[in-house]
């Protein structure tokens, strides 16, 4: 490569690049400007203009001879060039004598260097004018880009203040349509609420519906029971009726046995005290055959006859055998013992049997009182179901009464001896002697 060429490679391209750089500055207002701006200042401080004496030696190398005003006197001792051998590097000392220059081979390699050098700069140069042209297109593409954004920008603006604007007229619509709804919505208010009361009505009439469907089936059931329900009545008022004529049946049977033991009680009574009379007289008889002194008078008592026995010796309608004893003596004392003894049994045979009627009659009227109770409970029931509508009487103690024409004792004061019941049989009580305690 010639000199000339040489500079002009080394000259051009720095004021080339400050050229190229500077519009950058306006046209970049971004990081990539700033990228741009270090590397010319890179390419500023490495792209330096070579300085005379190269020129100099080129054309020496040549065979040519600088003009006068070109040429440099020989340096001195201290008038090397300090850049012969490379920035920092002194020459070897002994190289060379201080009179005279460095050899033209070293000045060729530093050309070449150098030459190397600026090619490689102009390579650089031309691949950053490369990257320059690129990016002012992608630049302009940007910028295009940008504008057409810009425009679509405004547009989208505008369609959006559009909206904004319809919506705003909206909101002022809804408010004054929302201002005028305050008494319809109050209106609304009030229906919701009673709304919600005529549901909890409706709630409440069908729980109330629901439990009269489940009463109308349950007296649908009754109903259909009435029929045997009328049976069962008529066969506990049929049993009612049995049983009072039992008790009517008892009572009479007891009363009269009630008599009879308060005749044999007298009799009872009676011979009691007979006995006691005749074994009075039999000890004193004794104890006169014994002594074989006479009896007084008053003690003395006349044969018995054929009728002059006490007829209740050998109890009611019983007389003694022909022949058992003579006329002229009494039963001896053994025969009256056992004779007494005999009717002591019978009479605690006939107050055990006392007793047994008693309970039977307790029990009677413990069943009298519960079929009553009961019979009572079905009338009543017979008379809410409505059969007083179709001409039926009620039954039970109101009709027992009518029939019989005697009122029925419930209470403390209606009760008689022995659990009689206040009616027909009060003309027998009055006529009774004293009662019989079979304790």
Excluded at 427 to 439: I, K, V
């Amino acid at each position: 490569m010639s000199p000339v060429t040489a500079t002009t490679l080394t000259a051009v391209p720095a004021p080339r690049i400050a050229e190229l750089i500077t519009p950058l500055d306006a046209d970049f207002p971004n990081p990539t400007l700033l990228v741009l701006r270090r590397a010319s200042r890179r390419l500023r401080r490495t792209i330096t203009p070579l300085p005379p004496s190269t020129l100099l030696v080129n054309m020496g190398s040549k065979g040519r001879i600088p003009p006068p005003h070109l040429r440099r006197p020989h340096p001195g001792p201290g008038l090397l060039h300090p850049d012969v051998f490379g920035p920092g590097i002194h020459p070897p000392p002994g190289a060379f004598p201080f009179d005279m220059l460095p050899p033209p081979e070293i000045m060729e390699q530093k050309l070449d260097a150098q030459h190397v050098e600026m090619q490689r700069l102009a390579m650089e140069n031309q691949r950053f004018m490369a990257t320059h042209s690129s990016l002012r297109h992608e630049l302009a593409a940007a910028q295009q880009e940008l504008q057409r954004l810009q425009t679509h920008m405004g547009v989208m603006q505008a369609e959006q203040e559009q909206q904004l604007r319809m919506l705003m007229d909206k909101i002022s619509k809804m408010e004054a349509d929302s201002k005028t709804s305050e008494p319809v919505k109050a209106e609304l208010q009030q229906a919701h609420a009673e709304a919600q009361s005529l549901v909890a009505a409706r709630q409440e009439l069908i729980s109330k519906v629901q439990q009269l469907t489940h009463d109308l089936q349950r007296s649908h059931g009754d109903v259909q029971q009435i029929p045997a329900l009328m049976s069962e009545l008529e066969s506990h008022r049929q049993e009612y009726q049995h049983c009072r004529a039992t008790y009517d049946y008892e009572r009479k049977l007891r009363i009269d046995h009630y008599e009879s033991l308060q005749v044999m009680e007298k009799n009872y009574v009676s011979m009691v005290r007979e006995v006691e009379k005749l074994r009075a007289e039999l000890t004193n008889a004794t104890n006169l055959d014994r002594s074989g002194r006479i009896p007084p008078p008053h003690l003395r008592r006349p044969h018995p006859g054929p009728g002059l026995l006490h007829p209740d010796v050998f109890g009611p309608g019983i007389h003694p055998p022909p022949g058992a004893f003579p006329f002229d003596m009494l039963p001896p004392p053994e025969i009256m013992e056992q004779k007494l003894d005999a009717q002591h049994v019978e009479m605690q045979r006939l107050a055990m049997e006392n007793q047994r009627f008693m309970a039977t009659h307790s029990s009677l009227r413990h069943e009298l009182a519960a079929a009553q109770q009961e019979w009572a409970i079905w009338n009543k029931f017979c008379y809410s179901q409505g059969n007083d509508a179709s001409g039926h009487q009620p039954v039970g103690q109101n009709a027992y009464e009518d029939g019989y024409g005697a009122p029925q004792g419930h209470g403390p004061g209606s009760t008689v001896p022995y659990g009689g019941v206040v009616g027909s049989a009060s003309a027998h009580t009055a006529q009774r002697g004293p009662e019989y305690d079979p304790s």
